[in-house]
């Protein structure tokens, strides 16, 4: 497993907007969006590209690289991960997107599952989840172990804030998956938030609360 913050100028700068007291939804949602964009292009780096022929625009056989291998499904972990789902989708418009609905019980910090639809061939391809907040990691745990459940073999996820706690907790449970984050933050409050953080992800994108 690698954990790769992306320490990118553009990232931090969004990243630092999404974090101010009274930040409005759609402000809050333009950010997440961009950061997932962003995210998704260092995420992308390693895949793989093979030489074909195309005619070229003059007329004559030009070689050009195309991405070739597995295919991505992109799996938004509702509620929040929805507002990461736009920004990746420009960069992968082609990607088959499987759902996965759980939230966590908030006096437990448990995950509940309520809701899945995951692509019939996820057993080949790559799974990119999103959610915004990797806070105690009992999300993320239960959406790999769902995955793999599936058949699902090669498994990366984007996050907009990691807790350090949950990123243990993952290594721990799931070492072959491979986590890109816009940061790294100190530490989880006595409630699960992540501090300094960005308070709750998805009551700021549906504008609940
Ligand atoms: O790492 P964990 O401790 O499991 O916490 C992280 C989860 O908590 C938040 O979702 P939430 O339960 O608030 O659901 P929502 O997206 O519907 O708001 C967040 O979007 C993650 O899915
Ligand atoms: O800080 C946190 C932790 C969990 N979920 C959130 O939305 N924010
Ligand atoms: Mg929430």
């Known amino acids: 497993m690698s954990i790769y913050e992306i320490k990118h100028p553009l990232i931090q700068h969004k990243i630092g907007l999404m974090r101010a007291y009274g930040v409005s939804s759609k402000d809050f949602r333009e950010l997440a969006s961009e950061v997932a964009n962003l995210l998704t292009y260092e995420a992308t780096r390693e895949l793989q590209v ?31 991960g929805l507002g990461m789902l736009d920004g990746v989708l420009s960069l992968v418009p082609n990607a088959k997107i499987s759902v996965v609905g759980l939230y966590r019980d908030e006096e ?13 061939d996820i057993d ?16 993320l745990i239960a959406t790999i172990d769902l995955l793999k459940s599936k058949g699902c073999k090669h498994i990366l996820g984007l996050f907009l804030v ?9 290594v721990k449970a799931h070492s072959d998956v491979d986590i890109y984050v816009a940061a790294i933050d100190d530490r989880l409050n006595d409630q699960g938030y992540i501090l300094p953080g960005l308070g709750d992800a998805g009551d700021k994108i549906f504008g609940t609360r």
């Open 50 to 80: 093979e030489d074909i022929k195309i005619k070229g625009w003059a007329g004559e056989p030009i070689s050009v690289n195309q991405i070739k291998g597995k295919k991505i499904t992109v799996v938004p972990i509702l509620r929040a």
């Open 108 to 120: 437990t910090l448990q995950p509940v599952a309520y809701f899945d639809k995951v692509v019939s």
């Open 124 to 139: 080949s391809r790559i799974a990119l989840i999103v959610d915004p907040m990797l806070a105690t990691g009992g999300t």
């Open 162 to 170: 990691a807790a350090p706690e949950g990123i243990e907790a993952v």
